[in-house]
T-cell receptor
Framework: QKEVEQDPGPLSVPEGAIVSLNCTYS??????FMWYRQYSRKGPELLMY????GNKEDGRFTAQVDKSSKYISLFIRDSQPSDSATYLC????????????FGAGTRLFVKA | KAGVTQTPRYLIKTRGQQVTLSCSPI?????VSWYQQTPGQGLQFLFE???????NKGNFPGRFSGRQFSNSRSEMNVSTLELGDSALYLC?????????????FGSGTRLTVV
């Protein structure tokens, strides 16, 4: 079993839809939770960073962390064609040595 | 503020050859991490350098090595290339990787081994 599980998709939605992207994890030591967006032929770009459980909002993006369920989500409101990209979740811990694990990434298509 | 610069952007090498990739992190960032990205395995951690010392290492064979210079620039070397080494190699810069407020990635080096 992978430490971080993420459905690779692809996920196709119409413009204006609310998008929900999710990851589950097995290591309870993860403390830092991140979402990255990666466009084709580019490196990943940090979208959201959260520490421990709770919600964080930034414009059209909301990140949720539920440590009790080992589940994190990224919501995109009013999705735009420019949101079409691969979204990767990532988690980090300092316990037992620092490490960051990435999910496989979910490919998102937003149709105009 | 300049981003993370990786060179070259594209490389084609033959099996058995070796290759060196370069990364210049964001000014002031002392931690440089290297990742391999493939469609099947996603992002896999290679190693992290901080203040010229390798601080963390992933589960890759010894053919993969790296170093960091006093100006924080880093190089990654792969010797005796195999077809399976074809991938996008990403460099990630952070102020101090021990507390991860998130990486800034370069655009990567696309390595093709033929």
């Amino acid at each position: 079993q992978k430490e971080v599980e993420q459905d690779p998709g692809p996920l196709s939605v119409p413009e204006g839809a609310i998008v929900s992207l999710n990851c589950t994890y097995s290591n309870s030591a993860f403390q830092y939770f991140m979402w990255y967006r990666q466009y084709s032929r580019k490196g990943p770009e940090l979208l959201m960073y959260t520490y421990s459980s709770g919600n964080k909002e930034d414009g059209r993006f909301t990140a949720q962390v539920d440590k009790s369920s080992k589940y994190i989500s990224l919501f995109i409101r009013d999705s735009q064609p420019s949101d079409s990209a691969t979204y990767l979740c990532a988690m980090s811990t300092n316990t037992g040595g620092f490490k960051t694990i990435f999910g496989a990434g979910t490919r998102l298509f937003v149709k105009a | 503020k300049a981003g993370v610069t990786q060179t070259p952007r594209y490389l084609i090498k033959t099996r058995g050859q070796q290759v060196t990739l370069s990364c210049s992190p964001i000014s002031g960032h002392r931690s440089v991490s290297w990742y391999q990205q493939t469609p099947g395995q996603g992002l896999q951690f290679l190693f992290e350098y901080f203040s010229e010392t390798q601080r963390n290492k992933g589960n890759f064979p010894g053919r993969f090595s790296g170093r960091q210079f006093s100006n924080s620039r880093s190089e990654m070397n792969v010797s005796t290339l195999e077809l399976g080494d074809s991938a996008l190699y990403l460099c990630a810069s952070s102020q101090d990787g021990a507390v991860n407020y998130g990486y800034t990635f370069g655009s990567g080096t696309r390595l093709t081994v033929v």
